[in-house]
């Protein structure tokens, strides 16, 4: 049995998303590149001038717009972390090869590794997915030593089904990128077609 515990803070929140976002980043490159190339054959276009003499503003303001929604939603997690009402509350837990049991202030959770449907470890954080879209996770620091983090991780990957090998909601976000690109490289034929 591996006991384990501690307090959630805010660095350790946003390194639980790595195991998640780890798994994005290559549609997040493929869409920077095809961006570049169609922005770099695209942007002389887009910014000559209109009828009037006046160079259009959109091109500057879209990707002034996406950076600001990103700094808003990183200031937005954070005070969403810091107002939270849980944020100083101690967690506890024990798990062993059958399953979990935690321990917060309100509430003792026993549950079998077969009530989960997957598992993402990054060295130093694990998720535990009870549902598609939730999940708890374990920052590293909450274990006493790399036996107990290992064993852990063990029992999970050992306890919890293995993923399906087709993953729909993936392939169709490829389908939806593809799409993407190929509108986009309908757009710049048109746009850079002669007469």
Same mark, same amino acid.
């Given at each position: %049995?591996?006991? @384990?515990?501690?307090?959630?803070?805010?660095?350790?929140?946003?390194?639980?998303?790595? !195991?998640?976002?780890?798994?994005?980043? !290559?549609?997040?490159? %493929? $869409?920077?590149?095809? #961006?570049?190339?169609?922005?770099?054959? #695209? #942007?002389?276009?887009?910014?000559?001038?209109? !009828?009037? $003499?006046?160079?259009? =503003?959109?091109?500057?303001?879209?990707?002034?717009?996406?950076?600001? #929604?990103?700094?808003?939603?990183?200031?937005?997690?954070?005070?969403?972390?810091?107002?939270?009402?849980?944020?100083?509350?101690?967690?506890?837990?024990?798990?062993?090869?059958?399953? =979990?049991?935690?321990?917060?202030?309100?509430? /003792? %959770?026993? /549950?079998?590794?077969?009530?989960?449907? *997957?598992?993402?470890?990054? *060295?130093?954080?694990?998720?535990?997915?009870?549902?598609?879209?939730?999940?708890?996770?374990?920052?590293?620091? @909450?274990?006493?030593?790399?036996?107990?983090?290992?064993?852990?991780?063990?029992?999970?990957?050992?306890?919890? !089904? *293995?993923?399906?090998?087709?993953?729909?909601?993936?392939?169709? *976000?490829?389908?939806?990128?593809?799409?993407?690109? %190929?509108?986009?490289?309908?757009?710049?034929?048109?746009?850079?077609?002669?007469?």
């Amino acid at each position: %049995m591996v006991e @384990f515990g501690g307090r959630y803070t805010y660095a350790q929140v946003r390194a639980a998303r790595g !195991p998640v976002s780890g798994l994005r980043k !290559p549609f997040f490159w %493929m $869409g920077i590149v095809v #961006l570049l190339v169609l922005g770099a054959g #695209l #942007l002389p276009v887009l910014m000559a001038p209109g !009828p009037d $003499g006046k160079r259009p =503003l959109w091109p500057v303001a879209v990707p002034a717009a996406v950076a600001l #929604l990103y700094v808003v939603r990183r200031i937005s997690d954070r005070r969403a972390f810091e107002t939270s009402k849980g944020k100083d509350e101690e967690v506890r837990g024990s798990a062993d090869a059958r399953g =979990l049991e935690l321990r917060s202030a309100g509430a /003792t %959770m026993r /549950t079998e590794w077969s009530g989960f449907v *997957k598992v993402l470890a990054s *060295k130093d954080t694990v998720l535990l997915y009870n549902s598609d879209r939730s999940a708890v996770f374990f920052p590293r620091a @909450f274990f006493a030593s790399d036996e107990d983090w290992t064993s852990f991780v063990g029992w999970a990957r050992a306890g919890i !089904p *293995k993923e399906k090998l087709v993953h729909w909601p993936t392939i169709w *976000k490829l389908v939806a990128w593809i799409g993407v690109v %190929m509108a986009l490289l309908v757009a710049w034929t048109f746009a850079t077609r002669n007469g």
